[in-house]
């Protein structure tokens, strides 16, 4: 049955469910479906949510001690922008935004995503060896190909062997 389907599990409640509730406790996970009445009997809201103001979030989490009592007051050297401006529009003014507030973008930051460094994934070039054997392998099927137009049959034979020694195998 599919979750459009579904009735709800509330105590003798046969109205279709509207809400999809997963409760996790001690690692334990556990899911009911409630129709509006049996939802609202446990607390849980069937509104949808407030649209998100950037702008305001930001503002909250810059409220609360983040920046020095100095900072709002000076600007950025390159740009003029000053941290109220930031904090108010959610944008930085310039790169050189990021040197002159630098203690605050690191709380922020710190607050937002638990950290100011990166922790994310690294990009890794291809392995350069593997791109010197694709070189290599395009040169002897080329090799190939003209040994097998003039008809040179020996030669061939021995690039095709080449190639299957080179060629991952799968």
């Not at 279709?16 to 997963?22: F, M």
């Not at 479906?33 to 809201?45: T, V």
């Not at 638990?114 to 994310?120: K, L």
Request: glycine share 6%; aromatic share 6%; hydrophobic share 30%.
């Amino acid at each position: 049955m599919s979750e459009a389907q579904r009735e709800c599990e509330g105590p003798d409640c046969n109205n279709p469910a509207v809400v999809h509730w997963t409760q996790v406790v001690n690692n334990e996970s556990s899911t009911q479906y409630l129709c509006k009445a049996c939802a609202a009997a446990k607390g849980i809201s069937t509104d949808p949510p407030p649209e998100l103001d950037v702008t305001k979030f930001l503002s909250q989490l810059g409220a609360k001690g983040s920046p020095a009592p100095s900072e709002p007051s000076r600007s950025c050297t390159f740009c003029g922008l000053t941290f109220e401006d930031f904090r108010n529009t959610g944008r930085l003014g310039c790169s050189h935004c990021f040197t002159t507030y630098d203690s605050s973008m690191r709380r922020l930051l710190e607050r937002i995503h638990g950290s100011s460094r990166h922790v994310g994934k690294v990009y890794l070039p291809p392995d350069p060896e593997a791109a010197e054997i694709d070189r290599r392998l395009d040169g002897l099927r080329r090799s190939l190909r003209r040994a097998i137009e003039v008809e040179d049959f020996e030669r061939a034979a021995l690039l095709r062997d080449e190639i299957r020694e080179h060629e991952p195998s799968d």
